[in-house]
């Protein structure tokens, strides 16, 4: 049910002054002041509240509120990441914080360490690129190393050479990956030996660096196995011709693994693409991975051993390019196309462990899958969020323009829907209605992580803000420029 509320348009302006705080690489504290434009809501009756508003495409957001004076002494946090560098704020959303300027590439959740006390930064700078240590919530940071001596100008006057085909290497997808446990020890890639990237290893007590991988091909993305025994690690190659873009690996050399006891190398099949296919980890010894073909797309979904590289499929099926693994119970989403001879037809289906036969969720196909963390849920888009067990479903407000879902803890859903080029945020309450708290472009959407009952919106012109049940009306908390992802810490 709508409820309408008289708005009083004051006569004049309102200039207000909006902190944002943020702190330099130095730590000094820097005011940024910004004015807005205030609007008035009739005053309710004593002893009640404002009733809350559904704001329209004209409506002017609310001002920011008082917030707490500084971060909670412990976590959790919620942390973002984007062209402004990395910030981290209250599970409110209160005093957005700016622990680095570093912008990075990659999943933010790689970076952090388990004890959730430090991040490890593949940086960028005029030299180069170096690996430092970021602590958390302090902001300190320490260069660990050098990895890679280039210039932007050698880059670009030069961008097939050893260098610059090194330096995509190092910056492409997760290059950095913390041992499960204590972790102590960090894997990262890097090329302080060249000319190619490698796999290197630094022991945060010993503050020693080994190098654990040389040859001729580039090595990605290190995954350290569940129990902490080895990093499996792949090697690409940039073979020309290149097309109109360099950036991206034009071939699939090898997989490897590395035992951490002896420093070991394992050599393990290589997946039959020019892409890696990691999907996850199926228990401490085994990972999950596939091939592509041009009828079918993804084919041949099995494990492999990572000690001794035996593989075991795991279905007969082929399916539809994106697969996804829920970190809970282990359960495998895919979507199916129709016309391949050993497809299961048109459709979205889960695959329980230990299960030989998927489970159809849907008819239709999705376009993409993905695992969404902080929500623990399976984002089949367009069509639906379905849990691990695939018992739970949550369809979105408007079909093939609703993004960025985001479920809390108590089932209340938000999303942002784009129609004729306009964006807004949509709510949704169990057992309630879809209503509209807040117009404008949306980058993250994630809710709080103790409650679940508020919701931080990431806005592409970098404000940040706030809603909390029962009235749901946005609150300013900040700006923290262009966002890209936003994850809870720990």
């Not at 504290?29 to 205030?38: A, D, F, L, Q, W």
């Not at 997989?255 to 020019?274: E, F, Q, Y």
């Not at 807040?438 to 103790?450: H, K």
């Amino acid at each position: 049910m709508q409820i309408n509320v008289k708005v009083i348009i004051l006569p004049f302006v309102l200039l207000l002054a909006l902190s944002c705080v943020f702190f330099s690489q130095s730590g000094t504290p820097v005011i940024e002041v910004t004015p807005t434009v205030s609007v008035a809501l009739q005053s309710p009756e004593p002893g009640k509240s404002l009733v809350p508003i559904t704001l329209t495409e004209t409506s002017v957001p609310p001002t920011k509120t008082l917030s707490p004076a500084s971060l909670n002494s412990t976590g959790p946090f919620i942390m973002f990441k984007g062209q402004g560098g990395i910030w981290i704020t209250n599970p409110d959303g209160s005093f957005p914080t700016r622990v680095s300027s570093y912008g990075i590439e990659g999943d933010l959740k790689s970076t952090i360490s388990p004890g959730g006390d430090r991040m490890a930064l593949v940086v960028q700078n005029d030299q180069g690129f170096d690996l430092v240590l970021v602590s958390i919530p302090g902001g300190e940071t320490q260069t660990i190393a050098h990895l890679l001596s280039i210039t932007p100008a050698d880059e670009s006057s030069d961008p097939a050479s050893q260098k610059a085909i090194a330096s995509y290497a190092i910056r492409s997808g997760n290059n950095v990956a913390w041992q499960p446990g204590n972790g102590t020890l960090l894997a990262f890639i890097g090329a302080i030996n060249g000319p190619t990237s490698d796999l290197y290893m630094f022991d945060t007590v010993t503050k020693t660096t080994t190098q654990l991988t040389s040859g001729p091909s580039q090595a990605i993305s290190p995954y350290w196995s569940p129990d902490g025994q080895y990093i499996l690690n792949f090697g690409v190659s940039w073979v020309p011709p290149f097309g109109g873009a360099i950036g991206i690996p034009t071939q699939l050399d090898g997989a490897w693994a590395v035992r951490v006891s002896d420093g070991k190398i394992i050599t393990l099949p290589k997946p039959n693409s020019i892409n890696p296919h990691f999907v996850g980890w199926q228990d401490d010894s085994h990972y999950i991975t596939y091939d592509t073909n041009d009828e079918c797309s993804s084919i041949n979904l099995r494990s492999v051993d990572i000690a001794t590289g035996d593989t075991r499929l795991i279905m007969d099926y082929s399916f539809y390019t994106f697969i996804a693994q829920s970190p809970e119970n282990g359960a495998l989403l895919f979507s199916s196309a129709a016309g391949c001879s050993t497809s299961l037809g048109e459709g979205v289906f889960l695959l329980l462990p230990g299960q030989p036969t998927p489970i159809k969720l849907i008819d239709n196909r999705a376009w993409e899958i993905d695992w969404l963390p902080e929500s623990k849920l399976f984002n089949a888009y367009p069509e639906a969020l379905f849990s691990s067990d695939g018992n739970t479903r949550y369809d979105p407000p408007v079909y093939d323009k609703s993004y960025h879902p985001a479920v809390s803890k108590e089932g209340y859903q938000a999303w942002q829907v784009i129609e004729n080029y306009q964006g807004r945020v949509m709510v949704k309450i169990p057992g309630g209605d879809w209503q509209t708290i807040l117009n404008g472009i949306v980058n993250q959407i994630i809710w709080d992580p103790i409650e679940g009952k508020t919701v931080l919106m990431a806005m592409e012109d970098g404000s940040l803000y706030a809603a909390s049940f029962p009235n749901l009306t946005p609150r300013l908390m900040g700006n923290l420029g262009n966002v890209d992802q936003a994850i809870w810490l720990p």
